[in-house]
């Protein structure tokens, strides 16, 4: 594979956007998906294609962190997967805390999707005893009060927020003096991190707002053209 040397975003002025970083896992999912279908190589263009962007957009975004692919050839999806994993620091196994085992939780703790893409669910926390002490889909389920001596002990690096949205921020804080990196908040509320730890957060309700924002406002252009003829 031809290399350039890679341009880490060392600077404000120099900080990728936040749709590079998106967009990356979504060349993975589909180079995985390529390549156990048997399709050794692709292409910018068949990326693209497959995302719904241009062509020019994949390599844009793939010349952030270095140059890849063979002329006449294209990208080999092994050796793009490979890189892309070291982009995104999936090259290597991430302990995961699940934080509130209620509907959502349990789901997630199911989720075999996480292990494949190099997470490890590691231990499970809650305040209801009836669970405490016990697996659940192989987890095992601690008390919330163990929480500290838990994550340092298991050495657990991120962790997943579903409990309700009052007791979101009261969690967060306590994962935040465990040492916790980074964490992802499934609590319909925002919360608030110091800096140093980073923080994505999934509101399915907002998801799927925008999902009905988007079919009105396709409704309201396809009316306007209608009245416009």
């Excluded at 002329?71 to 999806?77: L, M, S």
Aim: charged letters at 25%; hydrophobic letters at 40%.
């Amino acid at each position: 594979m031809s290399r350039s040397k890679k341009k880490p975003a060392d600077s404000p002025d120099d900080a990728l956007p936040k749709a590079v970083g998106h967009r990356l896992s979504l060349y993975l999912r589909e180079l995985q998906r390529l390549l156990s279908d048997g399709q050794e190589t692709t292409s910018s263009g068949r990326l693209g294609q497959l995302l719904g962007i241009s062509d020019a957009q994949v390599r844009k975004d793939l010349t952030y962190f270095g140059h890849f692919g063979y002329p006449g050839v294209g990208y080999r999806c092994d050796e793009l997967i490979d890189a892309i994993r070291r982009i995104l620091g999936t090259d290597h196994r991430w302990k995961v805390a699940m934080i509130g085992v209620g509907n959502l939780g349990r789901a997630l703790l199911g989720y075999r999707g996480f292990a494949q893409q190099s997470f490890d669910l590691a231990a499970a926390f809650d305040v209801d005893q009836s669970l405490v002490g016990r697996p659940i889909d192989e987890v095992m389920v601690y008390h919330l009060d163990s929480l500290d001596e838990t994550v340092r002990r298991l050495r657990i690096k991120l962790a997943m927020i579903a409990v309700p949205a009052t007791a979101a921020q009261e969690v967060a804080d306590r994962l935040v003096s465990t040492g916790i990196e980074g964490v992802v908040n499934f609590a319909p509320v925002t919360i608030q991190l110091p800096e140093g730890v980073s923080l994505i957060g999934v509101d399915l309700a907002i998801e799927m707002e925008q999902l009905t924002f988007a079919a009105l406002n396709r409704l309201r252009e396809d009316r306007s053209a209608t009245d416009g003829d």
